[in-house]
């Protein structure tokens, strides 16, 4: 075990709506990531929060948002989902400063129907 | 896009044998990390080994690194059948603001009791 939580574990929706998912961060770490794995793929950097800012983001749309909270717990919005938006989606924390390794959550599945 | 490749993609061998796993990728690196994931679940940090070191070892793990062809191999000696899992070697060339892992896609390793 990590320390690193998510919820909620599985999502059903439809396209177009919108979503929320949520990450809790090992305790002392200032650091978040967004990652989402399509099935049989390796995880895709969406981005990273430090200190409540995004300070870098992978290859995804603008309607892939996020928000990091004073207590490093964190979100990740997608609007006008797509089918394939379909994934597991993963955070993961660190502490800048620190090791280099991250620490992964379980995972929340997400299908988009 | 995925930096890194993976070969195999999918190995199978009894319990007691030795299981390697070879990661290629791209670009310079300050690290490359190798992890490994439980059905479709969270990652888990096994080992980094740095741009500047060519071998590291951890219990029954050992990693190599070869900067002059990109590569990198994992060897899991005397595998159990708790090992069976996707593992995944990830590239870190953040030179300032966000740490991005770049994942492979992955190697599905099966020890057969």
């Known amino acids: 075990e990590t320390g690193v939580t998510q919820s909620p574990t599985h999502l059903i929706k439809t396209r177009g709506q919108q979503v929320t998912l949520r990450c809790s961060s090992q305790s002392g770490h200032n650091t978040v990531s967004w990652y989402q794995q399509a099935l049989g793929q390796g995880p895709q950097f969406i981005f990273q929060y430090y200190r409540e800012e995004e300070n870098g983001r992978g290859n995804f749309p603008p309607r892939f948002s996020g928000l990091q909270f004073p207590n490093y717990s964190s979100e990740l919005n997608v609007n006008a989902l797509e089918l394939d938006d379909s994934a597991l989606y993963l955070c993961?924390?660190?502490?800048?400063?620190?090791?280099?390794?991250?620490?992964f959550g379980p995972g929340t599945r997400l299908t988009v129907t | 896009s995925q930096q890194g490749e993976e070969d195999p993609q999918a190995l199978s061998i009894q319990e007691g044998e030795n299981a390697t796993m070879n990661c290629s990728y791209k670009t310079s690196i300050n690290n490359l990390q190798w992890y490994r994931q439980n059905s479709g679940r969270g990652l888990v940090h096994l080992i980094l080994i740095r741009s500047n070191e060519r071998e590291k070892h951890s219990g029954r793990l050992r990693v190599t690194l070869d900067t002059s062809k990109k590569s990198s191999s994992l060897l899991i000696t005397a595998s159990r059948a708790a090992d069976t899992a996707s593992y995944f070697c990830a590239t870190d060339a953040s030179r300032k603001g966000a740490q991005k892992l770049v994942f492979g896609q992955g190697t599905r390793l099966t020890i057969n009791p």
């Open positions: 993961a924390s660190r502490s800048l400063g620190g090791s280099y390794e991250q620490y």
